[in-house]
């Protein structure tokens, strides 16, 4: 059986200032996988994943039977990073029933002329459900940080470091209320290097079947890697706490990636101390009858 690794190097700590350049994007960081080659490092990150993914499929249909708590999976990312493989790999064992995901792009005419949070509350999973967010209200002080252009009609304030600090601040203040009301908040960046970004970009133009996952758009962001860089650190450094951490995943290989997405779900599952919902002695009572009411049909 694979031995789970060690989710400490990934998680941030709350008030800790974290340093992108100092998180490897490869598989240095993981407990048990740094010691090997490529190879079996990868046949040993497939094991953990196919052992999480069984107990995930678990924890879910106790999530739901419990029915007082939800789950809130983030992404956040640089383009081509693997958001969408991770979430389809790792939810691949999940029932469809429990499970919602959203994906969010560049907001609407309605969606601007409400706060910036609006779009993201009205999408929240139900209690005993995970829902994902592929993207999220992170692109408020990511991309909208580094295209200040796109801030919506506000009254006339300055855009500087307090506006950001606002943002930072209504965030948490988002994620402890939802704490609060059962839901847990677990928030993943998943970390590509530029390097690889460009190996990806480079098979999506020379590889036909990936020609319509190329978008010039991508390109254009590229240009701007040291800012998106920069604005990944401040919001992550602002927006780690105890009741919505942040990891930051190594994404250079995607086994490496999946593995530990879903070893973090799972293990923040088995913190909670789900059940499944009792039965008393008058329903025990109505199973009765109800079994000799079938036993007694001709
Ligand atoms: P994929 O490329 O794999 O389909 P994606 O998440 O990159 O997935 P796209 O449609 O390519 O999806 O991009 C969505 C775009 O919407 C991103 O560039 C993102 O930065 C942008 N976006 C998301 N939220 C906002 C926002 N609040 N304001 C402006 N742009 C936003
Ligand atoms: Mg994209």
Redesign the pocket.
Known sequence: MAKPTDLTPFRVTPGKKIRLKDYDTGWMQAEGLKELGKEQSKQKASAMLEQSLAELSNMQQLLYADDRYSLLIVFQ?M??AG??GTIKHVMSGVNPQGCQVF?????SAE??DHN?LWRFMKSLPERGRIGIF????Y??V???KV?PE?IQALPDQPIGPSFWQDRYQDINAFERHLQRNGTIVLKFFLNVSKKTQKKRFMERLERPEKNW?F?A??LA?RAHWDDYMAAYEQAINATSTEYAPWHIIPADHKWVTRALVAEVIVSALRGLDLSFPKVNAEQLQLLATARAQLLDES
């Open positions: 990312a383009d081509a958001k969408d994906s969010f792009k560049k907001p969606e601007l910036f592929n993207r999220s209200y692109e408020d990511l991309v909208v295209h796109l996952k978008s758009a991508d962001e």
